[in-house]
């Protein structure tokens, strides 16, 4: 809840504008991306994913760009609403997996807290 | 929050006494996952299921149990609940269309005095 927020980097901007939030990774083998969202008090949020053959994936409102040479993720909300206001955070997966397969683990950064002003 | 409740949403218990926490999900997915959530670090895995009575650890797994004898139903057990263990527990479920996709429960806060 609360307490989520706590320590992370920030990130203000102004109702309207465009945000990016950043985000590194940390295995150059990791095939599979997702960008939460998790709002005070509530679980995690699905916003949307990307594999490593893509290097751009767009949703509503919302762009993800996968650079791999650089092991960058980025994720970009086009007109930044107060409702976008939480805190951000990336997850890769660092093992391959089938239905038949072994289980692969997301591993999730700290995470940024986007702050919307009206 | 994708068909995932948990139960208790807030606990507030005391050190040495045993703690269950119950997901259940509705979207019949295989695979489960109990997470923690604390202040200055990510989600970080307790233990997960990848089918019924298949569980194995994760990376937090010491002081903690789980149980799975039904596909929708999740439990997280902590034998002996320590201040430690004071945290936000997460549920996930996986195994839709991308089974590399998880779905979070709304969370359990357990304070443990």
């Known amino acids: 809840g609360e307490s989520v927020g706590l320590h992370l980097p920030t990130l203000s901007v102004q109702e309207g504008d465009n945000s990016i939030i950043n985000c590194a990774y940390s295995?150059?083998?990791?095939?599979?991306f997702i960008w939460y969202k998790q709002e005070s008090g509530k679980g995690p949020q699905f916003i949307i994913d990307?594999?490593?053959?893509?290097d751009k994936r767009q949703g509503q409102r919302v762009t993800v760009l996968l650079n791999k040479t650089v092991k960058h993720l980025s994720l970009q909300i086009a007109a930044t609403q107060p409702g976008d206001s939480a805190v951000y955070f990336c997850?890769?997966?660092?093992?391959?997996?089938?239905?038949?397969?072994?289980?692969?683990?997301?591993?999730f950064g700290k995470g940024t807290k986007l702050s919307v002003k009206p | 929050d994708a068909g995932i409740t948990q139960s208790p949403r807030h606990k507030v218990t005391e050190t040495g006494t045993p703690v269950t926490l119950r997901c259940h999900q509705t979207?019949?997915?295989?695979?489960m996952y109990w997470y923690r959530q604390d202040p200055g670090h990510g989600l970080r895995l307790i233990h997960y299921?990848?089918?019924?009575?298949?569980?194995d650890k994760g990376e937090v797994s010491d002081g903690y149990s789980v149980s799975r004898s039904k596909t929708e139903d999740f439990l997280l057990t902590l034998e002996s609940a320590t201040s430690s263990q004071t945290s936000v527990y997460f549920c996930?479920?996986?195994?839709?269309?991308?089974?590399?996709?998880?779905?979070f429960g709304p969370g359990t806060r357990l304070t443990v005095l």
């Open positions: 299921s990848y089918g019924v009575k298949d569980t």
């Open positions: 996930a479920i996986s195994g839709g269309a991308s089974i590399d996709t998880q779905y």
């Open positions: 979207e019949n997915h295989r695979y």
């Open positions: 990307i594999r490593s053959n893509m």
């Open positions: 997850a890769e997966n660092i093992e391959a997996r089938d239905y038949g397969g072994s289980q692969g683990n997301l591993i």
């Open positions: 295995n150059s083998a990791s095939d599979y």
